[in-house]
């Protein structure tokens, strides 16, 4: 009998490939959707990679209702919490997100707890790790450090993430089991499934469509998508994952060599790519009227550094370089037309 691992938000860019993962290596996967509109399209985008259809099905379900959940969780091995809302715009209201977020995490393991599953990996983030403090630009966040909820200028997606992270790791310590396990990704390219972008994808997308001749002086941390998913299920694998949060990151970059390592790989998009780094004065002035601007003014010109030691020693994961993940995500968007 095969054994099955229900994974939330399957829509999704990271769950699309975590989804292609566990179905490569074996599992069945019920999926989780909040309308069933695109179940078709779904279930032929696994079919076209060679997937059987019969181990792939689909449940309605919505991470702010317990309606269905206790159903879903019958019979599953482990639960790869992935959904959360990831908009492109910050909401105005600060604590928007924390319900989906950190209430979906926790019914999320409320429901694995009440149906005996033993494993739960839950997908956070690094803003869960290096938002809202200030540092030096050659510090090292690692696993032990965590973002300060209480910073006045901790942006609404930063704080839902750590919000529910810290709130699930409390509540297995209160309640016990499931064993949990979390996984923080940087920023997320990489190859595209379908036409599923996120907000990653569609920042980059951006790029090339020219949205943006200058970009601020901002810094990423970088993963491939394939690395993400194959992290996702080497930890919910390995009893070493058991109680760890992982950092997924190759490495942190400015947005500016973002762009010019976009420019050097596709020269003939070069005209629309980013060509300069605003000053930072330039970016406090437009922020007074524009509300996202606004938002991304405490990280300019904040550089740190990120450490995926951990994924790399006990998840093997050799992390796929930022140049590769990038130019796999532009040559996605070349090839599917939608840059
Ligand atoms: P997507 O926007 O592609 O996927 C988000 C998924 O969450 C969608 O399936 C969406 O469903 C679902 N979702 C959002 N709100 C709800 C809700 N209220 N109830 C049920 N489902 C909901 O983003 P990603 O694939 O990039 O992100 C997946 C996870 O990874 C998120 O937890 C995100 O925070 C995290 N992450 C992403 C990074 C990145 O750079 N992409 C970096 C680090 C972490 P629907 O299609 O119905 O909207």
Known sequence: MTKTVLVTGVTGFIAGHVVHELLSRG???????????????????YASLGHNPSNFELVALDLESDEGWAA????????????????????????????????GALRVLNHARNAGVPKVV??????????GVKNTPDYVFTEADWSNTDADDIR????????AEKAAW??????????????????????????????????????????????????????????????HVN?????????????LSAGTMKMIDIAETLRQAFPERGKKLPKFQSPAWLVRILSVFNKSVKGILPEV???????????????????????????????????????
């Open 235 to 247: 930890a919910m694998e390995r009893d070493v994952a058991n109680g760890k949060r992982y950092l």
């Open 72 to 103: 879903a969780m019958a019979d599953c091995i482990a639960v790869q919490h992935i959904a959360s809302p990831f908009p492109m715009e910050e909401p105005d209201d600060k604590m928007a997100l924390v319900p989906a977020a950190k209430g």
């Open 27 to 45: 599992y069945t996967v019920r999926g989780t959707v909040r309308s069933m509109a695109k179940a078709e399209k779904l279930k032929a985008l």
């Open 301 to 339: 010109g904040r550089m740190y550094q990120v450490d995926g030691t951990r994924a790399r020693e006990e998840l093997d994961i050799d992390f796929i370089t930022r140049k590769d993940a990038l130019i796999a995500l532009g040559n996605s968007l070349i090839e599917r037309k939608m840059v």
């Open 170 to 231: 409390d509540d297995v310590e209160k309640h016990g089991g499931p064993i949990l396990t979390v996984m923080n990704p940087s920023f997320v390219v990489g190859p595209l499934l379908d036409d599923t972008i996120s907000t990653s994808g569609t920042l980059i997308k951006q790029f090339f469509d020219g949205k943006f001749p200058a970009v601020p002086e901002l810094c990423f941390g970088i993963v491939d998508v394939r690395d993400v998913a194959k992290a």
């Open 156 to 163: 609404a997606y930063a704080l839902s993430k750590t919000l």
């Open 122 to 131: 839950l997908t956070s983030s690094t803003v869960s790790i290096t938002n």
